[in-house]
């Protein structure tokens, strides 16, 4: 019988090679796949099928290749190992590019499995058939092979397991034999196959899975002293280990929103306005840095003044050295001595007068007890305009917010909310993911679904909350889209509709175009109804005005899919 239909048993080579491949992977510790159908990769789509009937993976089927691939990046961004993606050839491989180029520059694990045909059919005008496929990735991939095409020979299932060892040890990193980061990123397997493309599956073999390539080591370590006066920068993904660096040297920290090391007692509130200050910015000599910073143009500022020492953590993506003299460390020790106190001190004073500035006005509680009946009319009304006060863009960014918890994931879109949310929110321990390695707008619901299914898998608790602008939600709405068989995850899209790019207000564009031109090709003005769009892709829908109406919005447990729309002025 072949696999899974009516007729006599068909040996396919590539059935054969594809279930040896993903089988391997399997064995190494993928646990996601995500499927985007097609006929020259329907050995290895078929092959996942059955791991998944089996328990093996949670399989993912998306119908868009670009969608796939930014499923594929959120898993990998939430469980740090990465999922497999499966597509067929062409212009099917070339979606995958967006996703692939921010894995590459954010450092997250991806296995990109593409499949294609035989030489024999390449460059002689077959169907889609493209020679640059094998190449397409080539310049940012962490390996790039064009794979044999499988014939059947004796041994070829040793091969898809050795391939798979060295495809999974690339696409993780680790250190290698000198004790240098070797970052996490895309890997690409281009898989010819012949037909038939469809066959029996064998049984299982654990094979054993030589480690070829994997790196092995103990990292150098930078000793940073506590000499100068220093600032610890954390960028996107910098992670906890920057609030415990800049705790242990006794540093100021200066965490973006996407950072997740906004918290703990050093961390600056309004540092855009801190880096301006000349006593404190402007006596830098010194900065440590995590992560990949790109929200601000004083840190931009700061890390590019050939003046000041910067001694940048290796990973997860590109290297970092704006002046051209960076350090660049692949672990960090924070030396002896007692720390400048004076120093930490200013930049704490600062912190927590702008702090208590961006502080909500706390509810009269005196009065809303008071038995004078006119004084608790007067709070109670107070407290009924606060909540009715129509939404702008810093208390949207407060309420999502104050809605998440440690237990929840919070995904920012490259939106113009991401530098308010960055200007505005304070201090607090909740894991933050954002697309920053390239700041790009495309893919960013995609990537929040992969966050939410990885997040939640095993029953894990939580809700995934998407906070971006209605044109980053219209520029990704293909990925509303999920397949009848597979479980909603728990997530919530949070749209702040201005009804086009107004991230634009701040560039020099506003102030050198005319306002015909500016609006015609920067802000494209769009009047999409979303409400539509969330019924036709059967999302909850919810269109809020107010505050309360807001707070209420994102703590509902009705629902497991939800978009909650919140009209923001232009």
């Not at 590459?104 to 030489?119: E, N």
């Not at 790196?215 to 906890?240: I, K, L, M, Q």
């Not at 000599?285 to 931009?300: F, I, K, Q």
Request: charged letters at 20%; proline letters at 6%; one cysteine or more.
């Amino acid at each position: 019988m072949s696999e899974g239909g009516p007729g006599e048993r068909i040996d396919s080579p590539a059935s054969a090679s594809a279930w040896a491949l993903l089988s391997g992977l399997v064995a190494l510790g993928v646990r996601h796949v995500v499927v985007s159908p097609g006929s020259r990769s329907q050995a290895l789509a078929l092959a996942a099928a059955r791991l998944e009937r089996e328990g093996a993976i949670r399989l993912h089927v998306r119908i868009d290749e670009r969608v796939a691939g930014f499923s594929a990046l959120g898993i990998g961004r939430e469980t740090r190992e990465p999922a497999a993606v499966v597509c067929t050839s062409g212009t099917a491989v070339a979606n995958l590019l967006p996703a692939a180029l921010e894995a590459h520059h954010s450092g997250v694990p991806l296995l990109l499995l593409t499949a294609d045909r035989p030489a024999e059919l390449r460059g002689v005008g077959a169907n889609q058939a493209t020679g640059a496929q094998s190449d397409l990735f080539r310049g940012i991939a962490r390996l790039a092979v064009d794979a044999s095409t499988p014939t059947g020979a004796a041994g070829e299932d040793v091969a898809a397991h050795t391939l798979a060892a060295e495809a999974y040890a690339r696409a993780v990193g680790g250190v290698d034999a000198e004790g240098r980061i070797v970052p996490a990123g895309p890997v690409h397997l281009n898989l010819p196959y012949r037909e038939p493309l469809a066959g029996h599956l064998p049984e299982r073999a654990e094979a054993p899975l030589r480690q070829s390539g994997a790196p092995a080591g103990v990292p150098a370590v930078t000793v940073v002293d506590r000499g100068p006066r220093t600032v610890v920068v954390a960028g996107a993904d910098a992670g906890p280990m920057a609030e415990e660096i800049a705790h242990r040297g006794g540093w100021p920290l200066i965490a973006e929103i996407v950072s997740g090391a906004r918290f703990g007692r050093q961390v600056v509130h309004g540092y855009r306005e801190a880096l301006r200050e000349p006593e404190l910015g402007g006596r830098i000599e010194r900065a440590v840095v995590l992560g990949h910073p790109t929200l601000s143009r004083e840190v931009t500022a700061l890390l590019s003044d050939a003046a000041v020492d910067v001694v940048a953590l290796r990973g997860p993506g590109e290297e970092l050295d704006l002046n051209g003299r960076t350090i660049a460390a692949d672990a960090i020790e924070v030396g002896p001595g007692a720390p400048d106190r004076g120093w930490l001190g200013a930049w704490t004073r600062f912190s927590r007068a702008h702090a208590a500035e961006l502080d909500a006005p706390a509810p009269d509680t005196a009065g809303l007890s008071s038995t004078d009946p006119q004084e608790r009319r007067a709070a109670v009304r107070a407290e009924l305009d606060a909540v009715r006060r129509p939404l702008d863009r810093e208390q949207l960014a407060a309420a999502v917010w104050a809605a998440s918890w440690p237990h929840d994931r919070l995904v920012f879109g490259s939106s113009r909310l991401v530098r308010v949310a960055d200007a505005v929110l304070a201090g607090k321990r909740v894991p933050v993911h954002g697309n920053r390695g390239l700041a790009g707008i495309d893919g960013t619901v995609a990537t929040a679904m992969g966050i939410a299914v990885a997040s939640q898998a095993g029953g894990g608790p939580g809700v995934t909350r998407v906070l971006l602008g209605d044109l980053a939600l219209l520029h990704d709405v293909g990925a509303l889209l999920l397949p009848d068989a597979e479980d909603e995850p728990r997530i919530q899209v949070v749209v702040g509709n201005d009804r086009g790019g107004t991230i634009f207000d701040g560039l020099e564009v506003a102030a050198t175009a005319s306002e015909d031109d500016l609006t015609r090709v920067q802000y494209t003005p769009q009047s999409v109804r979303i409400e539509h769009l969330a019924t036709a892709y059967g999302w909850e829908y919810q269109r809020v005005t107010t505050r309360g109406a807001l707070d209420q919005a994102l703590t509902s447990t009705a629902g497991r899919r939800k978009i909650v729309e919140v009209p923001l002025a232009r």
